[in-house]
């Protein structure tokens, strides 16, 4: 591995045969397009593999949508059988290219030769990885290319043995980077433990666009309360990968405790995933099959969060939750694990709780104090819409990312400080 990736300086144009290749862009369906390289913005690519349009998905398409006026954004995509395409779609429908990769895992070096030769027919300044296998695939092509490469560093989830052993490749891979976002100070905490060096690492937030959450729709909260046999007074609703990681069977525990003292009170988790048996089977053993909802994936979650009384992160590990940032815009305060990058977005007392991962109990604790104090609610909710309208706006990622950028080629990428209208 050393061998195959031994060059970590950082390389400012693409490699000669790219740059003579840079007048035609690569084709499918026999058409094409010209372009006139000193006159086009410069571009960047994305290699990304979208098991569904999720949060990282939202984090991606906000920020190309945000860096269209400095530069091109181009995307490749594994089509993951058939589960990229709703992500594929929403890009496509904002205007952006996309091409689905014809090869995939476990072909690797076609994958890795397709993806060199798109970049070598595009000319991308920079290629943003997402995720282990883009990370596996997109620094070999990356490499075999000369276009420099950068990981975004999200997290990992250790889902499965096979994503484990993913994840492991992966963090090997890091150091080889030319560049490595992490996404929170926790998630570069992670990332200096496998011998990344210092000054490749940089911590980018993720963000949102809070004016989703502007203009809520009453008609949702009974459709959120419908989702129950009988509607409940107060809803706790949590999100995510039905996985071991986001702790959701220490959330089921603590829904026990929580409705001894609350009986009106109901849970709902969002999300799909290997665990939702495991899960299904404990809300059982614990009696809460009418309190206690799997409500599955749903792409209406927007509409439902500004409806909830509280929303919890029961997490083991995380990079920066989408669903933290998506809540506390929506007016609604968080219970979190202190884990991750979860400290960096609720704050403690005045967007609502922190508590130990793998503390039942504590988490119980938490969720009964906010539901026994409406006011408290309201107002950490209220703290929580303002700051996340401050601290994790697109425009400032986007100026990060440029800002990066423009060190990993100089002369090339252009900072301003004018808003995108």
């Given at each position: 591995m050393d061998a195959l990736f031994s060059s970590t300086s950082i390389h400012t144009t693409v490699a000669p045969q790219a740059a003579a290749a840079a007048s035609t862009l690569y084709t499918r369906g026999g058409l094409a397009a010209s372009i006139d390289p000193a006159a086009a913005p410069p571009t960047i690519a994305h290699l990304i593999a979208s098991p569904f349009f999720g949060g990282p998905e939202r984090q991606i398409l906000g920020l190309s949508l945000e860096l269209r006026p400095h530069c091109q954004s181009i995307?490749?995509?594994?089509?993951?059988?058939?589960?990229?395409?709703?992500?594929e779609d929403?890009?496509?429908?904002h205007g952006f290219e996309v091409l689905t990769l014809?090869?995939?895992t476990p072909a690797f070096l076609a994958c890795v030769r397709e993806i060199a030769d798109l970049l070598q027919q595009y000319c991308p300044r920079a290629l943003l990885c997402h995720g282990y296998k883009p990370d596996l695939l997109g620094l070999a092509a990356g490499k075999w290319a000369g276009v420099p490469v950068l990981s975004i560093s999200r997290g990992w989830t250790g889902a499965t043995a096979k994503v484990r052993g993913y994840d492991t490749l992966d963090k090997r891979l890091l150091r080889y980077m030319d560049r490595v976002v992490c996404v929170s100070e926790g998630q570069a905490d992670k990332v200096r433990r496998h011998k990344v060096a210092q000054h490749k690492l940089c911590v980018i937030?993720?963000?949102?666009?809070?004016?989703?959450?502007?203009?809520?729709?009453?008609?949702?909260?009974?459709?959120l309360r419908a989702l129950f046999a009988q509607p409940p007074a107060q809803v706790v609703l949590a999100g995510g990968r039905l996985s071991p990681e986001k702790g959701f069977a220490d959330?089921?525990?603590?829904?026990?405790?929580?409705?001894?003292?609350?009986?009106?009170?109901?849970f709902l988790i969002f999300g799909e995933g290997p665990l939702r048996q495991p899960l299904r089977d404990r809300i059982l053993r614990r009696g809460l099959e009418a309190k206690f909802i799997l409500a599955g994936f749903t792409p209406r979650l927007d509409r439902y969060l500004p409806f909830a009384d509280i929303v919890v992160l029961s997490s083991l590990t995380e990079g920066l939750p989408n669903i933290a940032l998506e809540a506390l815009a929506a007016g609604v305060p968080v219970v979190a694990t202190r884990v991750g990058g979860n400290p960096e977005v609720v704050r403690d007392g005045q967007s609502g709780r922190l508590v130990p991962a793998s503390e039942p109990d504590q988490l119980a604790e938490a969720i009964g104090q906010l539901l026994a104090d409406p006011a408290q609610r309201r107002a950490l909710g209220n703290w929580g819409r303002q700051d996340v309208r401050q601290r994790f706006t697109f425009e400032a990622q986007a100026q990060s990312y440029l800002q990066l950028l423009r060190q990993l080629c100089p002369g090339v990428f252009h900072i301003t400080t004018e808003r995108r209208s």
């Open positions: 995307f490749f995509s594994f089509a993951n059988h058939g589960c990229a395409r709703p992500f929403e890009l496509r429908r014809s090869e995939d937030h993720n963000s949102i666009r809070a004016q989703r959450f502007s203009d809520p729709d009453p008609s949702a909260a009974d459709e959330l089921i525990d603590a829904a026990v405790r929580v409705i001894e003292m609350y009986p009106a009170t109901g």
